[in-house]
């Protein structure tokens, strides 16, 4: 087990050394001027120059590189252009909005997807199939966006049960700020939950398939027990693969849903500081979302060795 452990600690480390070489080049490259931006068209080149030293970014990439991992590695993430607050804070205060909206959406994607698979998957061929993968093709091919309107209209417009958008704050109590998420989290869970439902569909089924399973049916186990006993659990690794790298994209596809409802979580902070040329705040942003999707995926390993013992061995 150490020796596994070990050796996805070291691609994690060596991910995330390359994620963040990527993020800082692709954002080099990019067309314009943050002190330019925010002296704006009519200032003079000396005021830009100015402000360009201020905020440090005329020193060389190959510097700027470095004290910006220097920064991360110590906390240290800088001030922001546009705001003139230290990134951490404003990261931190965003991130308390986007993780349990993301939670609260696959949540909601976990068991809706699970539940429906499962069903399909044990009424193979029948009318309760046809009508799930029915259902699940839809899901897929309608856009969250698009969606996250619809529910609005419906909720907010017809039914007036919940606000259109905008959210209050945990301070107003936890029921009312769940309320507010509600409906951005089923919309970004539709069509997570439609693509991992067909997933857990063909696992299951492919588990159904095997010898020890209808060696159980043999020994008078009910199908039942045996799908819940037997199959779910050798099913669940190419379930949980789909798991993890879905709330991956979850956290990142919270940037247009947010927009949609105007909430104010790290989405619309990286969409509105791309708008203001504020590129330390997106660099930590987009380093902060790429170490998610690494470390989760780490997770993802990590049960995949508690689940079927084989992963770790053949590893090994």
């Given at each position: 087990?150490?020796l596994?452990l070990f050796k996805r600690l070291i691609?994690?480390i060596?991910?995330?050394?390359?994620a963040s070489?990527?993020v800082?080049l692709?954002?080099?490259?990019?067309?314009?001027?943050?002190?330019?931006?925010?002296?704006g068209?009519?200032?003079s080149?000396?005021?830009v120059?100015?402000?360009?030293?201020?905020l440090?970014?005329?020193?060389?990439?190959?510097?700027?590189?470095?004290?910006w991992?220097?920064?991360?590695?110590?906390?240290?993430?800088?001030?922001s252009?546009a705001?003139?607050t230290?990134?951490?804070?404003?990261?931190?205060e965003?991130?308390?909005?986007?993780?349990?909206?993301?939670?609260?959406?696959?949540?909601?994607?976990?068991?809706?997807?699970l539940?429906?698979?499962?069903?399909?998957a044990?009424r193979h061929?029948?009318?309760?199939?046809?009508g799930?993968?029915g259902?699940?093709?839809?899901?897929?091919?309608?856009p969250?966006?698009?969606?996250a309107i619809?529910?609005i209209?419906?909720f907010?417009?017809?039914?007036?049960w919940?606000s259109?958008?905008?959210?209050?704050?945990?301070?107003e109590?936890?029921?009312?700020g769940?309320?507010?998420?509600?409906?951005p989290?089923?919309?970004?869970?539709?069509?997570?939950?439609?693509?991992?439902?067909?997933?857990?569909?063909s696992?299951?089924?492919e588990?159904?398939?095997?010898?020890f399973?209808?060696?159980a049916?043999?020994k008078?186990?009910?199908?039942?027990g045996?799908?819940?006993?037997?199959?779910?659990?050798?099913a669940m690794?190419?379930?949980?693969?789909?798991?993890?790298?879905?709330?991956?994209?979850?956290?990142?596809g919270?940037?247009?849903?947010?927009n949609?409802?105007?909430?104010?979580?790290?989405g619309?902070?990286?969409?509105?500081?791309?708008?203001?040329?504020d590129?330390?705040?997106?660099?930590?942003?987009?380093m902060?979302?790429?170490?998610?999707?690494?470390?989760?995926?780490?997770?993802?390993?990590?049960l995949?060795?508690?689940?079927?013992?084989?992963?770790?061995?053949?590893?090994?």
């Amino acid at each position: 087990m150490s020796l596994f452990l070990f050796k996805r600690l070291i691609t994690l480390i060596a991910t995330l050394v390359g994620a963040s070489v990527v993020v800082f080049l692709v954002l080099e490259i990019l067309p314009g001027n943050a002190a330019q931006m925010l002296m704006g068209p009519d200032a003079s080149p000396e005021a830009v120059q100015a402000l360009a030293v201020k905020l440090g970014i005329d020193r060389p990439a190959v510097e700027r590189y470095w004290h910006w991992i220097g920064g991360m590695l110590t906390g240290d993430l800088g001030l922001s252009y546009a705001y003139s607050t230290p990134v951490s804070e404003l990261v931190l205060e965003r991130l308390t909005l986007t993780v349990p909206l993301a939670l609260i959406a696959m949540s909601i994607t976990t068991v809706l997807a699970l539940a429906a698979g499962i069903y399909a998957a044990a009424r193979h061929n029948k009318l309760g199939d046809v009508g799930v993968m029915g259902l699940s093709q839809v899901g897929i091919a309608i856009p969250n966006f698009w969606f996250a309107i619809l529910l609005i209209l419906l909720f907010s417009v017809h039914l007036k049960w919940f606000s259109a958008g905008g959210f209050s704050g945990w301070n107003e109590g936890v029921l009312q700020g769940l309320k507010a998420l509600l409906l951005p989290a089923i919309s970004l869970a539709v069509v997570q939950s439609a693509i991992l439902a067909r997933i857990t569909r063909s696992a299951v089924l492919e588990v159904l398939r095997e010898d020890f399973v209808r060696t159980a049916r043999a020994k008078g186990v009910s199908r039942r027990g045996t799908m819940w006993g037997h199959v779910l659990r050798n099913a669940m690794i190419p379930v949980i693969t789909v798991m993890g790298l879905q709330f991956a994209e979850l956290l990142a596809g919270t940037i247009v849903v947010e927009n949609v409802f105007y909430l104010p979580g790290l989405g619309r902070l990286i969409f509105q500081s791309i708008s203001n040329r504020d590129l330390i705040v997106v660099r930590n942003c987009v380093m902060l979302l790429a170490t998610m999707v690494v470390v989760v995926n780490f997770v993802v390993d990590m049960l995949y060795a508690v689940i079927d013992p084989r992963v770790k061995a053949s590893d090994i």
